[in-house]
Every structure is written in structure tokens, then in C-alpha cells.
């Protein structure tokens, strides 16, 4: 027979269950980034592609964004490249081209191609070795934004887009008012789109708010599993495991201290036939610590 326990013995033993259950993650936690700050992982470039289509469209398809991620973990340092569409690269194989048509030209040559060739071009350009890459169309993107719980962004103007793709044929109007507001998959897509109001380089900065919004969701441990299933279900990818728990304490631990650059007209140079190609002279400085050692 078990002897009763004493009413002081039963109180101790709640106190000690509920301190194990408060102190043992962060003990766990605090363990996990502390190994993560002693032995960081290797730095990670990663490639992030928005193609022009919808999952029944495959991948043959325009870039409509283009962003890299560079994660240093040495140094905790996270940063974010915008690349406009409109800029024009050196591509391997096919001389100059605009940006946003690399992806298609690779589908062309083989399938799972477009990635690589717009990487080999951002290297040979920007000196850039990117390790990985991220390619997501409309349906991808609203799906993972909505298994977040949506983003918050800051709206700095008001937004009106006349001219906006209504996915038949046509157009709608698209309205965002100025300040802090929650977003929903397909109204972050519309953010991330709209360029009628401005222009493409203004665009890039407003998709590095919504990338920066979506790691701001992942702090909350309780969104990974909804996360890692539209991850799953819709992303086109070559990021393992591995890289993720190599990313995602230094994007968790810099969130809101992202370093950000677009290459919009400050970082361009015209060339003798009117294309805006990046001024790599004046970009290079930038990202070294950032993208390259």
C-alpha cells in the first residue's frame, strides 16, 4: 500500500512538476543556443522565388520576385538582397537578359533548371555562392502566409492599384491604406504585387516587409507544424532539415534588426542600350559580412 503523503509533501511535489514544466525548455532553449553560438553553422545563401503562376501552371514561368536571404550565424547577422525584376544580368549561355525571364529559359533547357541558371548568373555577377534555393508560385505563397496567421506589415503611403490582375483575364482595383495592419494570404500577395502605385523597385522593398513579417509569425513555436506542412505541400525546394535549424535561430534571434538593401536606382547603371544593370561597384561593399566573406 502507498503511504498518504502529507499535505506539505503534495504541495512540493506540484511546485517541483510546474517548475520542470517552465524551466525545462528554457533550459533546453538556453542550451540549444548557446551550442548554436559556440559551433555556428556554416553561412547559408538562399535563393527566394515568386514565379508568375499558379500550381496548375507549373514552373515555366517569369519570376515575379526574387529575393536573397543570406544567414552568417557567426556573427548573427541576417540580411535580405531585393532583386527588381526589372534589372538586367550576364546569364551563362544566353548573354543579357532581364532578370525575371532566367527562370524560364533554364525550365526550358531541362525541368528544376531555372533555379540553378538564375543562381550560376547571380554568381557570376555578384559573386555571390548561393547555396540553396526557394520557389513558390501565388498558390504556395497564400497558403504559407495563411498557416502563419497571416503577417503584419506597415503600410508607409496609401496604395492604389487601377490595374491589378483579377486571375481572369481582367483587372481590379487594390487599395491598401497607410499603418500597421494584418494581412491575409491573398491581400499579402496583392502587397507583394502591386507596382502601379510606384514602381518595381518599391515593390522588392514591400516583399522584404512580407518576408520579414512571415519569420516574425515562426518566433511563435506554435505556428511550425501548420507552417511545415504548407512548406511541404506547396514550396519547390532543395533546403534540408538541417539548413532550417541552421537558419532559424539567427533569423528568430534578429527579428525586426534585419539588414535590408534593394538594388533600386541608387544601385544601377544604364547600358548603352537603355538596360538598368546592377552597379556591382557600388553594391559589392555592401555585401561583404552580409552574402560573401
Request: proline share 5%.
Amino acid at each position: 500500500m502507498t503511504p498518504l503523503q502529507s499535505p506539505k509533501s503534495g504541495h512540493a511535489s506540484r511546485r517541483m512538476l510546474l517548475f520542470s514544466l517552465f524551466f525545462w525548455p528554457l533550459f533546453v532553449c538556453g542550451a540549444t543556443v548557446l551550442f548554436y553560438l559556440v559551433f555556428p553553422p556554416a553561412r547559408l545563401n538562399l535563393l527566394v522565388m515568386g514565379v508568375d503562376s499558379r500550381g496548375s501552371e507549373g514552373y515555366v514561368a517569369r519570376t515575379d520576385s526574387m529575393m536573397l536571404v543570406g544567414a552568417n550565424p557567426s556573427q548573427l547577422r541576417l540580411s535580405l538582397l531585393g532583386l527588381s525584376r526589372e534589372l538586367f544580368i550576364e546569364v551563362p549561355g544566353y548573354g543579357t537578359q532581364q532578370i525575371n525571364v532566367v527562370n524560364v529559359l533554364g525550365e526550358q533547357d531541362a525541368a528544376g533548371n531555372g533555379p540553378l541558371l538564375l543562381a550560376a548568373s547571380i554568381n557570376a555577377g555578384f559573386g555571390i555562392q548561393v547555396d540553396r534555393y526557394l520557389r513558390l508560385d501565388f498558390d504556395a505563397f497564400i497558403a504559407l502566409v495563411d498557416a502563419v496567421g497571416g503577417v503584419t506589415v506597415d503600410v508607409e503611403k496609401r496604395i492604389v492599384d487601377d490595374l491589378y490582375p483579377d486571375g481572369a483575364g481582367g483587372y481590379q482595383v487594390v487599395t491598401f491604406e497607410p499603418g500597421v495592419q494584418e494581412l491575409n494570404g491573398e491581400r499579402a500577395l496583392m502587397y507583394a504585387r502591386t507596382r502601379h502605385t510606384d514602381d518595381d523597385y518599391a515593390r522588392a522593398a514591400r516583399q522584404q516587409q512580407i518576408i520579414s513579417g512571415l519569420l516574425t509569425r515562426l518566433r511563435n513555436p506554435l505556428r511550425w507544424p501548420g507552417a511545415w506542412l504548407a512548406f511541404n505541400q506547396h514550396v519547390d525546394t532543395n533546403l534540408t532539415l538541417g539548413d532550417m535549424l541552421a537558419l532559424g535561430p539567427t533569423a528568430i534571434l534578429n527579428i525586426g534588426r534585419y539588414e535590408r538593401l534593394v538594388i533600386n536606382r541608387d544601385y544601377i547603371v544604364g547600358t548603352a542600350a537603355g538596360h538598368p544593370m546592377p552597379d556591382y561597384e557600388k553594391i559589392t561593399p555592401w555585401l561583404a559580412g552580409r552574402f560573401v566573406d
